[in-house]
């Protein structure tokens, strides 16, 4: 795609919006199917290779490769592993040491995003020719399709660290959706309803016994089989997901920014902030200059453009109203 689907982040103002927004808190554990390893050690190993993905937002190899090429052994960052059998599967979970693994992305300047994730909902119209057209999520009969695409949902949702799922229609979306207006903006009409950060559209049309066409969002140039539409899919997610998570670096990393924070009355909520605040990666680290009531000032040290902490702030269920003064580097925001 040429453009980004996710919403724009203003640097002056963010406008207040009830999102969606959650926290991603199995950040720092992978899990991978037995079927991917063939003793501990190398299962351990990839798992690592995944954490790579899932933390720094980004699939490409290079990350893996550097790690690679230091020689670094991967083992020393696990915290702990267990076995697990889901339906029938087994599977090696693994949790990584957070502190070290965050020094080591530092070390290597690596991008690293924090526990609040971006949501984001997927809109698939699948029109198979014979009954009606429908959207994923919509109650109907279940298919070999529509399981491989909730799956696929899923399983990126875990191995990336973002939310990705359908929309939960209600009748009124259901009776919404059949106004020609919103059946032909389907992805504004959800938008609009603050339940999520962005909408992928993506329409599936059966043009044979087991071809499909791929348009929306993502178009395939030819008719695929089944399980082509299903890796076309996860690769073109991937692609998305590289997007939507890319990371600006600060190239005046040692400057601070000024942190203002209104809503902090006592002691416990403070204590409570402090915790939120280490859960955003944006920032490297903090120093509280100022605690009166009602308000905390802080310098803070940013790891990356001040563009990605109002995103991570964005995407926090506790930071709301954030405003940027860029020529104070400044930021004031309301805690709850």
Do not use: C
């Not at 066409?213 to 082509?228: A, E, R």
């Not at 299903?230 to 073109?236: A, E």
């Not at 190239?251 to 939120?276: A, K, P, S, W």
């Amino acid at each position: 795609m040429k453009d980004k689907l996710i919403l724009p982040i203003l640097i002056l103002v963010l406008n207040a919006v009830e999102i969606n927004a959650r926290e991603f808190s199995s950040l720092f554990e992978v899990r991978i199917s037995t079927q991917e390893y063939t003793n501990v050690n190398y299962g351990l190993n990839r798992a690592f290779d995944k954490l790579l993905i899932k933390l720094s937002g980004s699939s490409s190899l290079k990350f893996r490769n550097e790690i690679n090429r230091q020689q670094i052994n991967k083992t020393s960052y696990v915290a702990s592993y267990t076995t697990e059998e889901i339906n029938g599967e087994g599977y090696l979970r693994v949790k990584f040491l957070e502190d070290e693994v965050i020094e080591l992305f530092d070390a290597n300047a690596f991008p690293i995003i924090g526990f609040n994730r971006p949501s984001i909902s997927f809109l698939i119209n699948i029109d198979d020719g014979i009954t009606l057209p429908e959207f994923l999520g919509i109650d109907g009969g279940d298919t070999e399709l529509k399981t491989n695409l909730s799956n696929l949902l899923k399983n990126l949702t875990e191995t990336r660290g973002v939310f990705l799922d359908v929309p939960e229609f209600d009748l009124q979306d259901i009776q919404n959706l059949k106004n020609k207006l919103n059946y032909e903006n389907p992805a504004d009409y959800f938008l609009g309803k603050g339940n999520t950060e962005a909408v992928v559209n993506i329409e599936l049309l059966k043009t044979g016994i087991n071809s499909w066409s791929i348009n929306g969002d993502f178009k395939s140039l030819v008719n695929l089989q089944q399980d082509q539409l299903i890796l076309f899919l996860d690769d073109q997610i991937n692609n998305y997901i590289d997007e939507v998570l890319a990371i600006n670096f600060s190239e005046q990393d040692q400057n601070t920014f000024r942190f203002v924070v209104l809503g902090i009355d006592n002691y416990t909520e403070h204590e409570i902030f402090l915790n939120e605040v280490k859960k955003i990666f944006s920032i490297r680290t903090f120093q509280t200059t100022a605690i009166m009531k009602g308000e905390t000032q802080m310098n803070l040290r940013l790891r990356f453009e001040p563009q990605e902490l109002m995103r991570e702030l964005q995407s926090s269920r506790r930071f709301t109203n954030p405003v940027y003064d860029s020529n104070t580097e400044s930021l004031q925001v309301e805690f709850n």
